[in-house]
């Protein structure tokens, strides 16, 4: 047992769980905290900037670490993907000052955005060196190096908070002290990464970049249809009904994300092993399993949230949410399809399928993005509510259809080929 324990297939699987379970509610945590301890105007501040300064993360991570994940036979070197990093936090640093300067806000909401950027800048840019260890199949250091990192964040943000009533203070201090954290992890494993200490071979970035453009403009889409009912609730209603639709989008989020650590962490190397061997069949088996799996958990967890999801969150927060368990039934059962289509389109990225991937997104958030905003504006966190089916639903159903496709064709290629051998 104490060896089954130690192994590391199984400290894969525990540390990464435990990352997951510690940094996943973090912004959640964030609104809960500031709800209690300062004003629910604020805790919509603080959703409205992680809204706006995770569209921005996306922007940074590039959608590389898809790649970085699944790249056993080592394609790009290390020091290619860090270069690439490096270069996308300069680039995205410098668009966002643009977007605050174009919308005009004012001196705390700017405070807060820039403030919450940051840590999601550092968490970002470590992001590299953590996607190297789950490449390699040491994510057990992954999830230890992300759980002591957001615990550090999380902890200090709450004393803060609580001593102080100050949300620039508070976040300022927790930004600083996730820095020092993964700072001295890094540094700690400085010779699993050996030199970095070299010029930028602008051809293997260029080569990266336009491999994983198609990823990057999806992922973009997504992250904005994903996060845009906060921002057009901030824009057309009020940062107390931001805070409001946060507070009822967290179990599904959360719902989300939990799942996701576990099909796409120790998992995903498994997965993406069976394809390149040329089991087509195996492939196919595990991607069903997380459907089947997904679809699964969320039996019980829509029966969880319809007896005990408004009391529950009306006694964590601190605020009456009756008024919206319509609202929060609906949001939870769009956390389906939000968690089916990462994983259904899991396989376009493994199959290096990524323009396909692209257009999916393009043609459904063509249509989906703009009603969303028309519901919005005129039923405010009602219209908000529908987001996540009015995108995610079609979407997921496309996608599927488009994967079976390509691997029936995948696999009649393979077939005239053992044929013609």
Request: hydrophobic share 55%.
């Amino acid at each position: 047992m104490i060896k089954r324990f130690l192994s590391p297939e199984f400290q894969n699987h525990l540390w990464i769980l435990i990352a997951t379970v510690i940094a996943a509610p973090f912004s959640a945590i964030m609104v809960l905290v500031t709800t209690r301890l300062i004003d629910l105007e604020t805790a919509g501040m603080m959703q409205y900037a992680n809204a706006v300064t995770f569209i921005f993360s996306v922007l940074i991570v590039f959608s590389v670490n898809s790649i970085q994940m699944v790249d056993v036979r080592e394609e790009y070197s290390f020091k290619t993907y860090l270069q690439t990093r490096t270069i996308t936090a300069a680039l995205t640093t410098v668009v966002l000052f643009a977007f605050i300067f174009v919308v005009g806000l004012d001196g705390k909401q700017m405070s807060v955005i820039l403030l919450y950027y940051f840590i999601f800048l550092i968490d970002t840019y470590a992001n590299v060196f953590a996607t190297d260890f789950h490449q390699k199949g040491k994510i057990r250091i992954m999830g230890r190096m992300r759980a002591s990192g957001f615990s550090l964040v999380l902890a200090s943000y709450v004393t803060l908070a609580y001593l102080t009533r100050d949300v620039v203070l508070s976040l300022l201090v927790a930004g600083v002290l996730l820095l020092f954290s993964y700072v001295i992890w890094i540094w700690f494993y400085r010779s699993h990464f050996g030199s970095i200490r070299t010029r930028f071979d602008f051809s293997k970035i260029k080569r990266l970049i336009v491999t994983v453009l198609p990823l990057i403009i999806l992922t973009f889409i997504a992250a904005f249809l994903a996060n845009a009912p906060s921002i057009y609730l901030g824009q057309f209603d009020s940062m107390e009904t931001v805070a409001i639709f946060a507070i009822i989008l967290t179990p599904g989020a959360l719902f989300q994300v939990l799942l996701h650590a576990l099909f796409f962490g120790a998992p995903l190397p498994q997965t993406s092993e069976a394809y390149a061997s040329g089991d087509l069949k195996r492939f196919l088996k595990r991607i069903h399993a997380l459907i089947l799996l997904t679809a699964a958990f969320t039996i019980p967890f829509l029966i969880i949230i319809y007896f005990l999801g408004v009391p529950l969150l009306s006694w964590l927060y601190n605020t009456d949410l009756s008024p919206y368990f319509r609202q929060l039934i609906f949001v939870s059962v769009g956390a389906l399809f939000l968690t089916l289509t990462p994983i259904i389109g899991l396989p376009f990225i493994i199959m290096r399928r990524q323009k396909v991937y692209m257009f999916s997104y393009i043609a459904v958030g063509a249509v989906a993005g703009p009603v969303v905003a028309v519901l919005v504006r005129l039923y405010g966190i009602s219209g908000a509510m529908l987001s996540n089916l009015i995108v995610f639903a079609p979407l997921s159903v496309v996608l599927y259809i488009i994967f079976r496709r390509a691997l029936r064709v995948e696999a009649q290629v393979q077939s005239a080929g053992v044929i013609s051998d």
